[in-house]
Structures are given as C-alpha cells and as structure tokens.
C-alpha cells in the first residue's frame, strides 16, 4: 500500500511544464502500479495542479477516478496576499514574459509581499486583476474538462455552500456529497449535520470568506476584478458583489462589517486615515472602550 500512496504521491507534483515530456512508456509505471492489490480502494491529495493534470490522470487511471472540484469565490482569491498561483502561472494573469514581468519594461515584483508588509489595494490593482484572471483560467478549464470528459465522476463543490448558509442546508450539502461520491459513512442528514456542527459552526469562519472578507475595498477594484472574471463567477454561480450587498442590507448587516483582506479599508474611522487596516480595526476597538 505505501508503495502504491507513493507512487501517487510522487505522479501527483509533476508540474505543468513537465506533462509535454511524457510518453506512454514513462506512463506504464503508473498504470501498472495502480491494478496491484495493495492500491487502496480509496485515497486522495490535495494538490493546485491537480485542475491541470485531470487529462493525464484520467488515462493513467482509466476512468477509474472521481474529481471532487473545490472552488472558492475568485474574488475571495484575488484579494488574497497569498499570490503563489500568480508566480506559478503568470502568463494566465497576462504576464508574457519573465515570472514577474509583462513586457520588457514593467516588473510586478511588488505583487509578493516581503514579511510583514502591507500594501493598499490602490497600488496592488493589477495584482489583484491577474490574481483573478489565473483563478478563472484554472477553474473554468479544469471544470469544463470534468463535465465533458468525466460525466458524474465530476464533483464541483463550492465551498461557501459548507460554511455560509444555515446549519440545514449546510448538512444537506454534505450529505449530497457523501453520497454522490459513493462512501457511506454520512448516509443521513443528521450525520451530515453532526460533521457541519464539528467542522463548519465557528461564527469567525463566515467572516474570512465572500464579501465579508473584501467588500470594504474599493468598490472600482471590486467591479474591476469581477469583469476580469465575469465568466467564471457566472460558471461557478457567484453573485455580482452589489447584489450580495443588498443581501446584508436585508439581513441588517452594516457595510462596516465588511472587511478588504488587501491593504487598507475604504471604510474608515475618523482618524483612521492612512492607517492599515488591522491598525484601523485596533483603533475601533479602542474608541469602543
């Protein structure tokens, strides 16, 4: 069994620019490792370039797999200083040349942050934009490719639906899931419920996931990024961040609530001006007092 979790393991970090060098005599290792009888029925990894290996995969395994699909809010990504999918696969963020550059002249090294340093979304625009642009490459090709090739052994699974509803849809969610992928552990709502209450119940989890977490920047850069992913939020069916404001309006949500994950928020307390805004959230604390 380990040997065949290694070698899975070891098929799973071939990186993109490596898939052009296969050949089916590289591949019969791998095809003959995983029809042992000491291949686990079931296993899994989580790994980004998984979304660009789901061809490879399914001829090594014969269509013996299924491709749970775990999407995140492109907005949530794009406005995150995490940007390592950004240095991975620049050129689907619109840079041509070099890791960090777009052209001969023009650099983006200030796209990736040193420790602790902050940047205002203003000067990270068009980070965040090609931020957004690589998470749609990758998530619209890898769900078309599931969908056309893969039929039910294509399992898209939007994870705001596990944390931002309530208790009962979340478990219902859940138990969708258990049982569209064939495993019987979580075979009733309650069970479903039980696993949403252990995992997805903190009240701080909604906080760091839609709008919540980059509703307080700068509305221009909102509508910016969601016209560099329009096809891909509409795919995954995201709602356009106005609409989701008119929501918390409804649910008496004050738009202070919203936080910008990327520098400093454009909702400011007085005195707050130029302040980051973990500084500005410090100095609402203290005037709460």
């Given at each position: 069994?380990?040997q065949?979790?290694?070698t899975?393991?070891?098929f799973a970090n071939?990186?993109?620019?490596q898939?052009g060098?296969?050949n089916?005599?590289?591949?019969?290792p791998?095809?003959?490792?995983l029809?042992?009888k000491?291949?686990p029925?079931?296993m899994?990894?989580?790994?980004g370039?998984?979304?660009?290996l789901?061809p490879?995969?399914?001829h090594?395994m014969g269509g013996?797999?299924?491709?749970?699909?775990i999407?995140?809010?492109?907005?949530?990504m794009a406005?995150?200083?995490?940007?390592?999918n950004?240095?991975?696969?620049p050129?689907f963020?619109?840079?041509?040349?070099?890791?960090f550059k777009?052209?001969?002249k023009k650099?983006?090294?200030?796209?990736f942050?040193?420790?602790?340093?902050?940047h205002?979304a203003?000067?990270d625009?068009e980070?965040i934009?090609?931020?957004m642009?690589?998470w749609?490459?990758m998530n619209l090709?890898?769900a078309r490719?599931?969908q056309?090739?893969m039929?039910?052994r294509?399992?898209p699974?939007?994870v705001?639906d596990l944390?931002?509803?309530?208790e009962?849809t979340?478990?219902?969610?859940i138990?969708?899931?258990?049982k569209?992928?064939g495993?019987?552990?979580?075979?009733?709502?309650a069970?479903?419920?039980e696993?949403?209450?252990?995992?997805f119940s903190?009240?701080?989890?909604k906080?760091?996931?839609?709008?919540?977490r980059?509703?307080g920047?700068?509305p221009?850069?909102?509508?910016?990024?969601?016209a560099a992913?329009?096809?891909?939020?509409?795919h995954?069916?995201y709602s356009?961040?106005r609409?989701l404001?008119?929501?918390?309006?409804?649910?008496?949500?004050?738009?202070?609530?919203n936080?910008?994950s990327v520098g400093?928020?454009q909702i400011?307390?007085?005195g707050?001006e130029?302040?980051?805004?973990?500084?500005?959230?410090?100095?609402?604390k203290?005037k709460?007092?």
């Amino acid at each position: 069994m380990k040997q065949a979790t290694d070698t899975i393991r070891e098929f799973a970090n071939v990186g993109q620019t490596q898939l052009g060098k296969w050949n089916s005599r590289q591949l019969k290792p791998w095809e003959v490792g995983l029809d042992r009888k000491e291949c686990p029925r079931r296993m899994g990894w989580k790994h980004g370039p998984t979304l660009f290996l789901q061809p490879v995969y399914e001829h090594v395994m014969g269509g013996r797999h299924t491709f749970v699909h775990i999407i995140r809010d492109g907005r949530d990504m794009a406005f995150s200083r995490n940007r390592n999918n950004l240095a991975k696969y620049p050129k689907f963020g619109g840079q041509v040349v070099g890791l960090f550059k777009l052209g001969k002249k023009k650099t983006y090294n200030h796209c990736f942050y040193k420790p602790n340093e902050h940047h205002s979304a203003e000067k990270d625009r068009e980070c965040i934009v090609m931020q957004m642009r690589v998470w749609e490459k990758m998530n619209l090709g890898a769900a078309r490719f599931g969908q056309r090739e893969m039929g039910l052994r294509y399992v898209p699974v939007r994870v705001e639906d596990l944390i931002l509803p309530d208790e009962r849809t979340r478990a219902e969610t859940i138990w969708r899931f258990f049982k569209r992928i064939g495993v019987g552990t979580v075979d009733t709502t309650a069970k479903a419920q039980e696993l949403s209450q252990k995992i997805f119940s903190s009240a701080s989890l909604k906080s760091h996931f839609s709008i919540a977490r980059w509703g307080g920047c700068n509305p221009a850069i909102i509508d910016e990024v969601e016209a560099a992913g329009a096809e891909g939020l509409a795919h995954f069916g995201y709602s356009a961040w106005r609409t989701l404001r008119e929501e918390q309006k409804k649910q008496g949500i004050p738009e202070s609530a919203n936080s910008c994950s990327v520098g400093i928020s454009q909702i400011q307390v007085p005195g707050s001006e130029g302040l980051h805004s973990g500084e500005a959230n410090t100095k609402r604390k203290k005037k709460g007092k």
